[in-house]
């Protein structure tokens, strides 16, 4: 587990870490499915065909997916914080990218740079929750959080 995250996970605030943390969840998991609503118009925008559109999110899921493993080793590497805020900032990046985008390959381009900031959120989320909440209480943090990002995707008007 990460270093950065003291044994002593009593004397830490836990309500404001979590809260921020679930926001960012929220946000890489409302993006792996958001694609759906705006694929027709896409496919309309840029002249090209639902195999094509496919991508966005194939290549969303794909890069996230090869994400997830590899965040255990950058979690040794850095400290939470480090890691999420680098997290949250290549996902923004991939969000500008991607609402700058005047093409197709640069509209994936974006969304692959947002999977790759996105695929290191869920698994972090999962450490500190671990690192933060003693075993008995583990099961209920995490089913917090499953509450509160199923939730926040019920409140999206998409």
Same mark, same amino acid.
């Given at each position: 587990?990460?270093?950065? *995250?003291?044994?002593?996970?009593?004397? &830490?605030?836990?309500g404001p870490?979590?809260?921020?943390? &679930?926001?960012?969840?929220? =946000?890489?998991?409302?993006?792996?499915? *958001?694609?759906?609503?705006?694929?027709?118009?896409?496919?309309?925008?840029?002249?090209?065909?639902?195999?094509?559109?496919?991508?966005?999110?194939?290549?969303?899921?794909?890069?996230?997916? +090869?994400? /997830?493993?590899?965040? %255990?080793?950058?979690?040794?590497?850095f400290t939470? !914080?480090?890691?999420?805020?680098?997290?949250? *900032?290549?996902? =923004?990046?991939?969000?500008?990218?991607?609402?700058? %985008?005047?093409?197709?390959?640069?509209?994936?381009?974006? !969304?692959? &740079?947002?999977?790759?900031?996105?695929?290191? /959120?869920?698994?972090?989320?999962?450490?500190? &929750?671990?690192?933060?909440?003693?075993?008995?209480?583990?099961?209920? %943090?995490?089913?917090? +959080?499953?509450? %509160?990002?199923?939730?926040? !995707?019920? =409140?999206?008007?998409?």
């Amino acid at each position: 587990m990460s270093s950065s *995250i003291p044994a002593q996970a009593g004397s &830490i605030k836990k309500g404001p870490i979590m809260f921020i943390m &679930i926001i960012g969840a929220f =946000l890489a998991t409302l993006n792996q499915t *958001i694609m759906s609503v705006a694929t027709p118009e896409l496919m309309k925008d840029f002249d090209i065909t639902a195999a094509t559109a496919q991508w966005l999110t194939t290549g969303y899921l794909l890069v996230n997916g +090869v994400l /997830i493993p590899i965040t %255990a080793y950058l979690m040794q590497r850095f400290t939470t !914080r480090e890691l999420f805020q680098t997290a949250m *900032i290549v996902f =923004l990046g991939g969000t500008i990218v991607s609402a700058l %985008a005047g093409d197709f390959p640069m509209l994936l381009t974006g !969304r692959l &740079i947002q999977a790759a900031g996105a695929g290191i /959120i869920m698994p972090l989320l999962m450490n500190v &929750i671990l690192s933060l909440f003693p075993p008995e209480k583990r099961g209920g %943090a995490m089913g917090l +959080v499953g509450l %509160a990002i199923i939730l926040l !995707r019920q =409140l999206d008007p998409h």
